[in-house]
């Protein structure tokens, strides 16, 4: 048994690699069916206990979970006289006028959601997706659709309201 990603979302399913080479497989979180050869195998991860580090840090790569930095706009966001910045933790982040230091009546309770991936590798990747937002979220000035998986970079910027912030590594 070996672990294979979805083509069309994030979920990671098992299969015997050689009962289903000529077969379309449906999958069961998105529904959608794609041919076996288009899922992709993916590494396991670590146990999230796990302290392991590498022996040498590459460039580029993240080592700890990102931060949100919110970004000063004195035209929407009055309130914000300073940036403010959270830090993002393992496992889903719900980004939204509940959890968040951000007083936006155009963000959802439950905007939109920061998946922190801790990997075999010992570093951390970050995907972005809306959470059936009504203003919906933006990635870099770009709305995202609903199903949209959007992997983070250092740098980016998130649109989630009137609310801006931008993805930051250490």
């Not at 289903?20 to 999958?27: E, G």
């Not at 949100?68 to 006289?81: G, I, T």
């Not at 979220?137 to 912030?165: A, Q, R, S």
Request: with cysteine; hydrophobic share 30%; charged share 30%.
């Amino acid at each position: 048994m070996k672990k294979f990603q979805c083509p069309n979302c994030p979920i990671t399913l098992k299969f015997d690699p050689t009962k289903y080479q000529d077969k379309i497989v449906t999958c069961p979180k998105c529904q959608k069916s794609a041919p076996f050869a288009q899922f992709k195998e993916v590494e396991e991860a670590i146990d999230e206990g796990s302290t392991e580090m590498p022996n040498a840090i590459e460039k580029g790569k993240m080592y700890k979970p990102g931060q949100l930095q919110f970004l000063q706009n004195s035209d929407n966001l009055p309130w914000l006289s300073e940036s403010k910045t959270i830090s993002l933790e393992r496992g889903e982040n719900i980004m939204g006028r509940n959890t968040l230091p951000i007083k936006d009546d155009f963000m959802s309770r439950a905007h939109a959601i920061i998946e922190v991936v801790f990997k075999k590798d010992s570093t951390f990747v970050h995907y972005l997706r809306d959470n059936k937002s009504r203003n919906k979220t933006f990635h870099n000035n770009t709305p995202l659709e609903e199903g949209d998986i959007i992997k983070l970079n250092p740098n980016d910027i998130i649109k989630l309201g009137h609310t801006t912030c931008e993805f930051i590594t250490s």
